[in-house]
């Protein structure tokens, strides 16, 4: 079974650029979640998806991050414009739709490093 | 809100010797608690969870967890550390009722020869 698919893997940006990551989940996961992880931090969620509609996404500074799940399947995160401070990895995780006890399987990331 | 603490950032076993992660919840309703695992570069990678079917809960790699509702723990243990466990490790809770994860801020295990 192929697991939770992400590119990039790593990107480098300026300052006030944008940029998009794209996160394709395990075939049949109900559930996408985007985590950002800052160095030395655990994972904080950024958003969830249930399908193609958007479940939780309290901790996403919307004035700059937006993100979509077009046909409940794959999903883009967007940053507009960038800041120092989202220099992070960006974790895109997957589950099925059986409530908390479900694992969620994480993809490999994408490291974001904006100078 | 339900979250969990790790203490210690880092803790340094020698090979062969016991592994011990601490992670404590906090949590006014039983909590689903999960252990995952990074390797550098890597995605997370579950270990183990806790679902309130036992309370001794064993997972990957030799590792296992016991929740403890009367300390609020759910300590993370392998009896003898192989150089390959070297990672970070984290601790997490599943608010009841929902699905998305809240993480402990990750302790780096250090493993030498």
């Known amino acids: 079974e192929a697991g939770v698919a992400q590119s990039p893997r790593y990107k480098i940006i300026e300052k006030r650029q944008s940029v998009a990551f794209w996160c394709n989940p395990i075939s049949g996961h109900a559930t996408l979640y985007w985590y950002q992880q800052i160095l030395g931090q655990g994972p904080k969620l950024l958003i969830q998806?249930?399908?193609?509609?958007?479940?939780?996404d309290s901790q996403l500074p919307k004035d700059r991050f937006s993100a979509e799940r077009l046909k409940g399947v794959d999903s883009t995160l967007k940053i507009q414009p960038a800041k120092l401070e989202d220099s992070a990895v960006y974790l895109c995780a997957s589950s099925s739709e059986r409530g908390g006890r479900t694992e969620a399987f994480f993809g490999q990331g994408t490291r974001l490093t904006v100078v | 809100a339900q979250s969990v603490t790790q203490l210690g950032s880092h803790v340094s076993v020698s090979e062969g010797a016991l592994v011990l992660l601490r992670c404590n919840y906090s949590?006014?309703?039983?909590?689903?608690l999960f252990w995952y695992v990074q390797y550098p570069n890597q995605g997370l990678q579950l270990l183990l969870k806790y679902t309130s079917a036992a309370t001794l809960v064993k997972g990957i790699n030799g590792f296992e967890a016991e929740f403890k509702k009367s300390e609020t723990s759910f300590h993370l243990t392998k009896p003898s550390a192989h150089m390959s466990d070297a990672a970070e490790y984290f601790c997490?809770?599943?608010?009841?009722?929902?699905?998305?994860?809240?993480f402990g801020t990750g302790t780096r295990l250090l493993v030498s020869p």
């Open positions: 997490a809770v599943t608010p009841t009722g929902f699905q998305k994860l809240v």
């Open positions: 949590s006014s309703v039983p909590p689903y």
């Open positions: 998806f249930q399908n193609n509609g958007v479940v939780d």
